[in-house]
């Protein structure tokens, strides 16, 4: 068992170790590019946050391991909304673009609607709940869509270019980025593969083991980046990374290995589960949307929904 933890431990290191070499090679990359900020965190940053939850869905689908690949998703998409954003509202109010809240938003929550609508076989038809490659790609989609916004964002934002100089070359920084991720592919297979024998060790199911160790300890990057940013006043930032990991980790590290492999099915993620997802996608826009900041009070319930949902994985 102390073996187990202890290479668990090691693999959250070479994860959460990866995953920060990989967002300062692709952020230094971007800005040797002349990419902009905001860009850089709906996007690029985004994906390197995500990086550590793709190579997770691609370990767990080859090894079998189903419920895992959705803990991976609806965890993550619950922690970072609820806890990530909750933690930073409580320590500082934090403003919202109104460009944020009338399109970024909107492509987020409908996302997470989505995902919750094509899985839940069960609750409509009486079918075991799974997402079929036909439902990885509806996803695909949206995702891809969220990739042509962006773009056209980008275009629109030609006033607002990176001034910053990059943290190294370009060269450089590319290489960087690739060691990363050799860091973050053999992290996240200790992680997966010791998280399954602390939970066959336990004799207690490999959801509880996923949402409670690899869901939260693959979100410390998240965590620690938005308490950073939230301190500096940096809003956008902790705002647009984000909704750009939900959306990434549905539309992208979700869909990717289904649309390759097959579809996936599951016995332990039903209504509950998707119903907290989709509150949080809800809460998020809902609090946005109401005027344009998140203050002290809605952190606060954030963090509620947040623990209720877990008390709700642990107790029951």
């Given at each position: 068992?102390?073996?187990?933890?202890?290479?668990?431990?090691?693999?959250?290191?070479?994860?959460?170790k990866g995953s920060d070499l990989f967002v300062d090679g692709i952020a230094s990359t971007a800005n040797n590019l002349k990419i902009p900020k905001l860009i850089i965190s709906l996007s690029i940053v985004a994906f390197g946050t995500s990086t550590p939850e793709l190579f997770i869905s691609f370990r767990s689908l080859l090894s079998g391991n189903n419920d895992i690949v959705f803990a991976n998703v609806v965890g993550s998409t619950i922690v970072n909304s609820m806890l990530v954003?909750?933690?930073?509202?409580?320590?500082?109010?934090?403003?919202?673009?109104?460009?944020?809240?009338?399109?970024?938003?909107?492509?987020?929550?409908?996302?997470?609607?989505?995902?919750?609508?094509?899985?839940?076989?069960r609750t409509f038809n009486g079918n075991i709940n799974a997402i079929s490659r036909n439902d990885a790609l509806i996803l695909?989609?949206?995702?891809?869509?969220?990739?042509?916004?962006?773009?056209?964002?980008?275009a629109s934002?030609?006033?607002?270019?990176?001034?910053?100089?990059?943290?190294w070359s370009l060269p450089k920084s590319i290489i960087i980025s690739l060691i990363s991720?050799?860091?973050?592919?053999?992290?996240?297979?200790?992680?997966?593969?010791?998280?399954?024998?602390?939970?066959n060790y336990l004799h207690v199911s490999q959801k509880v083991i996923t949402m409670v160790i690899l869901v939260i300890g693959t979100s410390?990057?998240?965590?620690?980046?938005?308490?950073?940013?939230?301190?500096?006043?940096?809003?956008d930032i902790i705002i647009g990374n984000i909704i750009g990991t939900n959306i990434f980790n549905i539309g992208f590290v979700l869909t990717l290995p289904i649309i390759i492999f097959g579809g996936v099915t599951t016995t332990v993620f039903n209504f509950p589960d998707m119903?907290?997802?989709?509150?949080?996608?809800l809460a998020l826009?809902?609090?946005?949307?109401?005027?344009?900041?998140?203050?002290?009070?809605?952190?606060?319930?954030?963090l509620t929904i947040f623990v209720i949902y877990y008390a709700y994985i642990l107790f029951m």
């Amino acid at each position: 068992m102390i073996k187990y933890i202890l290479l668990t431990l090691l693999g959250f290191y070479l994860l959460i170790k990866g995953s920060d070499l990989f967002v300062d090679g692709i952020a230094s990359t971007a800005n040797n590019l002349k990419i902009p900020k905001l860009i850089i965190s709906l996007s690029i940053v985004a994906f390197g946050t995500s990086t550590p939850e793709l190579f997770i869905s691609f370990r767990s689908l080859l090894s079998g391991n189903n419920d895992i690949v959705f803990a991976n998703v609806v965890g993550s998409t619950i922690v970072n909304s609820m806890l990530v954003l909750g933690v930073a509202a409580t320590i500082r109010p934090m403003r919202i673009k109104s460009e944020t809240v009338r399109k970024q938003l909107p492509i987020h929550f409908a996302i997470i609607l989505f995902f919750s609508l094509l899985l839940l076989d069960r609750t409509f038809n009486g079918n075991i709940n799974a997402i079929s490659r036909n439902d990885a790609l509806i996803l695909f989609i949206v995702f891809v869509y969220f990739l042509v916004y962006i773009i056209k964002f980008n275009a629109s934002q030609n006033k607002e270019k990176i001034i910053e100089k990059p943290k190294w070359s370009l060269p450089k920084s590319i290489i960087i980025s690739l060691i990363s991720l050799s860091f973050i592919a053999f992290g996240s297979d200790l992680a997966v593969d010791n998280c399954v024998n602390i939970a066959n060790y336990l004799h207690v199911s490999q959801k509880v083991i996923t949402m409670v160790i690899l869901v939260i300890g693959t979100s410390m990057p998240e965590l620690i980046m938005a308490i950073t940013a939230v301190k500096k006043g940096e809003f956008d930032i902790i705002i647009g990374n984000i909704i750009g990991t939900n959306i990434f980790n549905i539309g992208f590290v979700l869909t990717l290995p289904i649309i390759i492999f097959g579809g996936v099915t599951t016995t332990v993620f039903n209504f509950p589960d998707m119903f907290f997802m989709t509150l949080a996608g809800l809460a998020l826009y809902l609090f946005a949307s109401d005027d344009r900041k998140f203050d002290k009070l809605e952190g606060v319930l954030m963090l509620t929904i947040f623990v209720i949902y877990y008390a709700y994985i642990l107790f029951m």
